[in-house]
């Protein structure tokens, strides 16, 4: 599975959207790149998953750039809930998620 | 949905004790997940299973370390002798199939004193 990298940390403000970028440069054809988040002392929580298509939920959305070698996870309104470790994950289907660092997004008032 | 359950949430032991960690997947899942957090690793996949087959177990730790799966609703982590680096937060996860999310439960805290 393709390699990522993200920033180790963010700021936002309360109400404002939150960007988080994620570089995948050698994701391979039929890689998915997966966003989870972990607030803290809590299990991953899965948030959304895409292809190549821009993908929205009622949490966030996703947007793979045309050549899949970057991405960034939206969250429209951040609140204070949404201060976690955000995962940005690339497999295929079936294989294992391997966690990296993440990006921990603080979210302020 | 009950999610998946762990049991304990909290566990505080002392070394050479033996540990088991308790998993129920959501019901109908068919693949269940063990990850170990800590602070220097990180988020570690440890084993995991299909259908109750261990498949890859390739992050298991040690020979301290097993798991089992009896039935499609039940999984156990053993740890024995237990030791203080196995301190972590102990996570199990499942998957009802190989195109769909993993869902973790609350995880287990472990300290080996």
């Known amino acids: 599975d393709a390699k990522t990298t993200q920033p180790p940390s963010m700021d936002c403000a309360e109400g404002r959207a939150a960007n988080l970028p994620c570089n995948h440069s050698?994701?391979?054809?039929?890689?998915?790149v997966y966003w989870y988040r972990q607030i803290h002392s809590q299990g991953p929580q899965y948030i959304i998953h895409g292809l190549k298509n821009n993908e929205t939920n009622e949490m966030a959305s996703l947007i793979i750039t045309e050549d899949r070698k970057s991405s960034t996870l939206i969250l429209p309104h951040a609140t204070l809930r949404d201060t976690a470790v955000y995962y940005c994950i690339v497999l295929q289907y079936g294989n294992k998620l391997v966690f990296g660092a993440g990006t921990i997004l603080r979210v302020k008032s | 949905d009950a999610g998946v359950i762990q049991s304990p949430r909290h566990e505080v032991t002392e070394m050479g004790q033996e540990v088991t960690l308790r998993c129920k997947p959501i019901?109908?899942?068919?693949?269940l997940f063990w990850y170990r957090q800590t602070m220097m690793r990180g988020l570690e996949l440890l084993i995991y299973?299909?259908?109750?087959?261990?498949?890859?177990d390739s992050g298991m730790p040690e020979d301290r370390f097993s798991a089992k799966m009896p039935n499609a609703s039940f999984s156990t982590l053993k740890i024995q002798p237990s030791e203080p680096r196995d301190s972590a937060v102990y996570f199990c996860?499942?998957?009802?199939?190989?195109?769909?999310?993993?869902?973790f439960g609350p995880g287990t805290r472990l300290l080996v004193l």
């Open positions: 299973f299909n259908n109750n087959v261990p498949i890859d």
């Open positions: 996860a499942s998957r009802s199939g190989s195109r769909e999310t993993q869902y």
């Open positions: 050698t994701i391979s054809g039929n890689e998915y």
């Open positions: 019901s109908g899942h068919n693949s």
